[in-house]
């Protein structure tokens, strides 16, 4: 198999194991969620890099529709929360020369920084788009009179945090026990 065919069809397994964990219920109310699909999108991008990491992403919100796993206001509102969202978890492959680097240079400390960081940015990126969405198209169903910026802010920016973490965590023990995961061979 050629070497670009090989990361496609990697990528396209990832997103469809992060299809598959997003199915793990870790939902706590209607806003609060932790998305255990994260992790597998984000170990992607650590080991592919930006492009790769940014088609996979994009691969896992388009599974979203044929599993029948979409809640529709508009479509502006499907096309932020499920392309662009899931799209931009793919933003986490920017460090991927960096983790390399580190690994084959042996630097732990190096290593785990940049994949607290990828954890970090692929959460932060995809919690924006969801943001957004909370705050412009969800505002008119925030409860208690609350304004649609701060409950969306508070709700994505809870759910974007708990998933980082759990994301970072997952990516630190696969760096301690398997970092040749990150490697990726042609």
């Not at 991008?45 to 044929?66: N, S, T, V, Y």
């Not at 960096?98 to 940015?121: D, E, F, P």
């Not at 409860?143 to 649609?148: A, D, E």
């Not at 696969?174 to 040749?180: F, L, S």
Request: aromatic content about 14%; charged content about 10%; overall charge positive.
């Amino acid at each position: 198999m050629q070497s670009k065919t090989r990361v496609w069809v990697e990528g396209t397994i990832l997103a469809a194991l992060a299809m598959v964990l997003s199915f793990i219920p870790l939902k706590i109310g209607v806003s609060f969620s932790i998305s255990l699909g994260q992790i597998a999108l984000t170990v992607f991008a650590a080991r592919r890099g930006l492009k790769p990491g940014l088609l996979a992403g994009l691969i896992w919100g388009l599974l979203h529709f044929p599993l029948g796993d979409v809640y529709y206001l508009s479509i502006p509102q499907v096309l932020i929360e499920y392309l662009l969202a899931y799209l931009f978890v793919g933003f986490a492959g920017i460090y991927a020369p960096k983790i390399h680097q580190s690994i084959l240079q042996g630097n732990k400390k190096t290593r785990n920084k940049y994949l607290v960081l990828t954890g970090l940015v692929g959460a932060g990126a995809r919690y924006f788009w969801h943001f957004i969405a909370g705050w412009i198209f969800w505002g008119d169903y925030v409860q208690w009179g609350m304004s649609p910026v701060i409950y969306s802010l508070a709700m994505n920016g809870l759910s974007g945090l708990a998933t980082g973490i759990v994301s970072i965590i997952a990516l630190v023990i696969i760096g301690e026990i398997y970092p040749q995961l990150y490697l990726p061979k042609n």
